[in-house]
């Protein structure tokens, strides 16, 4: 079992949809959360960055936290079709081994059309 | 151009040959990490150095793989004697001392091994 799961979908949808991308992940000693959107041929772009669990807010995107699920998720509102990309969860610790090691999920590839 | 810069951006070597990739921070940061991304698989993580010290290379393959952060000029990654399986992109990204977690990525070098 990978520590982090994600739907690699890919994922398809109309201009101005609600977008909700999803990461399960097995280790509970993870404490930072991140997404990344990754262009074709790219570097990944970090989007949000959140610490332990709860909400954070940032423009037309809104990452969530569960730790008691181990569930993280990302919801981009009125989607545009320049939100295509790869998006890329990421995790890692607060301390020891895992701490500056990033863990990432597959990815999930979005397509927004018009 | 204050973000993170790797070059060169695609480098073509043939087995057996060696390849050398650099990578120069963000201005202001001090901790340098490596990852790769091989083709229809999620990025991993290869190692973590600050300046003239490796924190972390678990990620890193035993044999003919080497990275290094010297006091002055960028972060190599070093691959000797390179195999096919060596084709992949390697992003580099760097982070501030105070907060590894929030990790800024590079463009990416492309390496095809023929």
């Known amino acids: 079992q990978k520590e982090v799961e994600q739907d690699p979908g890919p994922l398809s949808v109309p201009e101005g949809a609600i977008v909700s991308l999803n990461c399960t992940y097995s280790n509970s000693a993870f404490q930072y959360f991140m997404w990344y959107r990754q262009y074709s041929r790219k570097g990944p772009e970090l989007l949000m960055y959140?610490?332990?669990?709860g909400n954070k807010e940032d423009g037309r995107f809104t990452a969530q936290v569960d730790k008691s699920s181990k569930y993280i998720s990302l919801f981009i509102r009125d989607s545009q079709p320049s939100d295509s990309a790869t998006y890329l969860c990421?995790?890692?610790?607060?301390?020891?081994?895992?701490?500056?090691?990033?863990?990432f999920g597959q990815g999930t590839i979005l397509t927004v059309h018009p | 151009n204050a973000g993170v810069m790797q070059n060169p951006r695609h480098l073509v070597r043939r087995r057996g040959q060696e390849a050398r990739l650099r990578c120069s921070p963000m201005?202001?940061?001090?901790?340098v990490y490596w990852y790769r991304q091989l083709p229809e698989e999620g990025l991993k993580f290869m190692v973590y150095?600050?300046?003239?010290?490796?924190?972390?290379e678990s990620g890193m393959p035993k044999e003919r793989f080497s990275a290094e952060f010297p006091k002055e000029g960028p972060s190599i990654l070093r691959i000797q004697q390179v195999v096919r399986g060596d084709s992949a992109a390697y992003f580099c990204?760097?982070?501030?001392?105070?907060?590894?977690?929030?990790?800024?990525f590079g463009p990416g070098t492309r390496l095809l091994v023929l």
């Open positions: 990421a995790m890692s610790g607060a301390g020891g081994t895992s701490y500056g090691k990033l863990t």
């Open positions: 150095l600050q300046k003239e010290n490796i924190i972390d």
């Open positions: 201005k202001g940061h001090s901790h």
């Open positions: 990204a760097s982070s501030s001392g105070l907060t590894q977690e929030t990790q800024y």
């Open positions: 959140t610490y332990s669990s």
